[in-house]
């Protein structure tokens, strides 16, 4: 049974009781992996967040990666992916889904996310909304050592990217902004702390500390934006939207080897990698002179590719490779209670793959500060940018600041 969306393009049509919500799944409830399904374990190369408060109050706590499973649904599950995904499926899946007869689609696709509340502990002093119509949306991925661990509390997830993707109030383009993972800035004591509470370390140890609800304070902290919305991915959930689209072709700037196995050979020049190969490309960095900062830049490549080839021909005539994208992204995506598909489907339908602008938060580069590799904020351009995000005028601060389409800093 098919849909039609607002373009002629046929839509498969899912019944609710085709979603995870309404099937309970016994392998999951039982924590048995389902067939084929891998665990995911950090390789031994990532560092743990360090440095900084020990969890609430000081020294001594987790040094360890955060996230945690879904709220529901135990079991063992992968671990979290690059968040440069996450942003790229929210702008597409919105943009695809306008239409009367894809709203039922949606409405399905929307019952099947899995959610948390991530603002519930956070009791006051948070940036005042200024601007109608305008959204900021955290976009996180992590790497866990626990697949058990839940989302909302201290656990042992690791935030391994962290983006504050600002969508002005006209809908027609998006901002992302890149928070580097080392980035030295104040964590509260908790998520219901004064944000002065706490002590400075590096910002994903919030996530270690205090699971989403301390990233979410941590953040509005020290960007003094409001988050409306938070959405994660799953690590796995890279590999299958990818392969979902039939691989992306992604630009190799030198030929390098991995350092996980199978210690694959990148090869300079223009490569078409499935989800396995893209996935290992944009884990590279020590073999950059910039490290974390090439990272963070194929990661912003890799979500261009992503876009460019989800909002192909070939993607929207398919039915069932269409079929296969969304639901690999659903699979993928946890959000917050307030995050609705359909309303945002509906509002963001123009967005597109051009109407997005990558930015780096700005920063002095690293420096070492109590024995530890941080990133140093660029306190003067970085206070400006945000303001510019908060008063919704990102168009006139990129115009005014940015050099070449990625870098803000």
Avoid at 46 to 71: A, K, L, N
Avoid at 128 to 152: E, F
Avoid at 167 to 186: K, T
Avoid at 313 to 319: D, E, I, V
Wanted: charged fraction near 20%; glycine fraction near 12%; include cysteine.
């Amino acid at each position: 049974m098919s849909a039609y969306s607002s373009a002629g393009v046929p839509v498969p049509y899912l019944h609710r009781s085709a979603g995870r919500a309404s099937v309970p799944d016994p392998d999951r409830a039982s924590g048995r992996a389902r067939p084929g399904e891998a665990r995911w374990y950090p390789s031994p190369d990532e560092e743990r967040p360090g440095g900084g408060p020990g969890g609430p109050g000081g020294p001594g706590g987790p040094t360890g990666p955060v996230y945690g499973g879904r709220p529901g649904r135990r079991g063992p599950r992968p671990r979290w992916g690059r968040i440069g995904l996450v942003a790229g499926v929210a702008v597409l899946v919105l943009a695809l889904l306008g239409g009367a007869g894809a709203w039922f689609y949606a409405r399905n696709l929307d019952s099947d996310l899995a959610r948390t509340d991530p603002f519930a502990e956070i009791t006051g002093g948070r940036p005042a909304k200024t601007v109608d119509g305008a959204l900021n949306i955290l976009l996180v991925g992590s790497d866990s050592r626990d697949p058990d661990a839940p989302v909302d509390t201290k656990s042992q997830w690791r935030a391994d990217t962290i983006i504050v993707m600002h969508i002005p109030a006209d809908h027609q383009e998006a901002y992302l902004v890149s928070i580097p993972r080392d980035l030295y800035v104040p964590i509260p004591q908790s998520a219901g702390a004064d944000c002065g509470s706490g002590q400075r370390a590096k910002i994903n140890a919030a996530f270690a500390f205090g699971g989403l609800p301390l990233a979410v304070r941590t953040v509005e902290c020290f960007t003094d934006v409001r988050i409306d919305h938070v959405m994660a991915i799953d690590f796995a959930g890279f590999k299958q939207v990818t392969d979902a689209l039939g691989g992306v072709d992604l630009k190799v700037e030198r030929t390098i080897t991995s350092i996980h196995k199978p210690y694959r050979t990148f090869t300079k020049g223009t490569n078409h990698m499935d989800g396995a190969e893209a996935l290992d490309w944009i884990r590279q960095r020590k073999q950059f002179p910039d490290g974390d900062f090439a990272r963070m830049r194929h990661q912003q490549e890799f979500l261009r590719a992503l876009l460019d080839k989800a909002a192909s021909t070939g993607t929207l005539a398919n039915p069932k490779k269409l079929n296969d994208f969304l639901q690999s992204v659903t699979a993928a995506a946890t959000v917050d209670q307030g995050f609705s598909l359909t309303d945002m489907a509906v509002q963001f339908r123009n967005l597109r793959g051009q109407n997005l602008t990558f930015v780096t938060s700005p920063n002095s580069g690293s420096a070492t500060i109590n024995g530890e590799s941080v990133v140093v904020s660029d306190r003067e351009k970085a206070l400006a940018m945000y303001q510019a995000m908060a008063k919704d005028t990102m168009a006139d601060w990129v115009k005014a600041n940015q050099k070449n389409g990625t870098d803000g800093g």
